[in-house]
């Protein structure tokens, strides 16, 4: 363990001097046997631990904690930590004047054991007035290509792809929405490794590799949400890919109604795929057995679970580029699709408060419609009399947000430019009278969109987590460190 310099001139020496932080921290070793050692900007707590044998623990049992006391350290920390299971590496960021960065990686020995540590230990108070935040953290092994030639298949695109990098696995190709035998100008490269990944990321990312002559575009493909098998266990909703846009609900519904007539309760179609949801699970896995592959009004359909999104936590995870109001955010489950090519799951809902002032909090009612009799009372209301989980957008919620603390209405200024191949890109700009004078004086984002709904959308979004971080929060560029580390 190297051995840390720590004086009266950092902030640790508020708490305890070096010596008795390396005292510590030779107790905590002594008592558990784990080995420590410090590297590349982080100190590493087992990996493995004391008799551990066979290979590391597999993806999925890894959480990222962010929010750690600067001056607190793995004495403090791993015995938090354990009431959750067996670590078997705990890695702490460091500073060079020895303080913490502020978050750590702690993986467990398996997948229920990381999940109960983020049930138990997000928004734990690990000191009086300090609240850590714990979520899963995946190494990501996914690129997203963009700007294909649409007639290219998967199998050209795979072998392209295994020419210029190295590490391919597989390639991830969806068919256009409108033209089956078109693919949608995008597809998702899986790599062996995350260092694979990253290798073909850097050599891919300058923005002059051409492939068919075509310039690419690269990036880090979101993850998928992962969802813990127990709740897994209790799904009974169908996701229904690959649809035609022509195929209406009905005929949804009639098709995975023939295996067992009266199973489904309803289905919910948006574009080309489709959520069937049924009365019971066991009929929901029968039927995705069944029906997975079939062909519904001339179009082979790929039936899976849906999963669940945690809407508490999912718009901290998943907000990372252009958001679509045509998401899924009414069904509450996510799974792969385009609404944003650059990842397999569905929208972020909003952010869930603001540190004590009137914020957004994510939709807790599903969105639907209901008869109007006639002879129904109605009573006028105003919007802002209602709660935040009736708006489902981000620019209701950021116009109730401002209206709740007392500010002006955001002000929208809307610019545009051209992309290479001429389409014309919105962007929004957005303004909050009541802050302009302070840190930040306007929010935009750094996507452009091609639809005004979508850049409008975007901006609000992104105006809204800024004005989140301001307020300290649970910072998001620690947790996209969760996928880009």
Known sequence: MNEENVDGTNGCSKVRTGTQNEAALLALMEKTGYNMVQE?????????PPGWEGPPPPRGCEVFVGKIPRDMYEDELVPVFERAGKIYEFRLMMEFSGENRGYAFVMYTTKEEAQLAIRILNNYEIRPGKFIGVCVSLDNCRLFIGAIPKEKKKEEILDEMKKVTEGVVDVIV???ATDKTKNRGFAFVEYESHRAAAMARRKLIPGTFQLWGHTIQVDWADPEKEVDEETMQRVKVL???????STTEETIKAEFNKFKPGAVERVKKLRDYAFVHF????????????????????????VTLAKPVNKENTWRQHLNGQISPNSENLIVFANKEESHPKTLGKPPTLPARLNGQHSPSPPEIERCTYPFFPGTKLTPISMYSLKSNHFNSAVMHLDYYCNKNNWAPPEYYLYSTTSQDGKVLLVYKIVIPAIANGSQS?????????????AKELAAQFTLLHLDREHNLFSLDLCRRIWRK
Do not use: H
């Open 279 to 302: 009365f019971n699970r066991e009929d929901a896995v029968a039927a995705m057995s069944v029906m997975n592959g079939k062909c519904i009004d001339g179009a082979s359909i790929e």
């Open 40 to 48: 590349n900007g982080q100190r590493k707590f087992g990996g493995p």
């Open 174 to 176: 969806y068919p256009s």
């Open 239 to 245: 996701y229904v890919r690959n649809l035609m846009i």
């Open 442 to 454: 306007y929010f935009m984002p750094d996507k452009l969109c091609t639809t005004l709904e979508d």
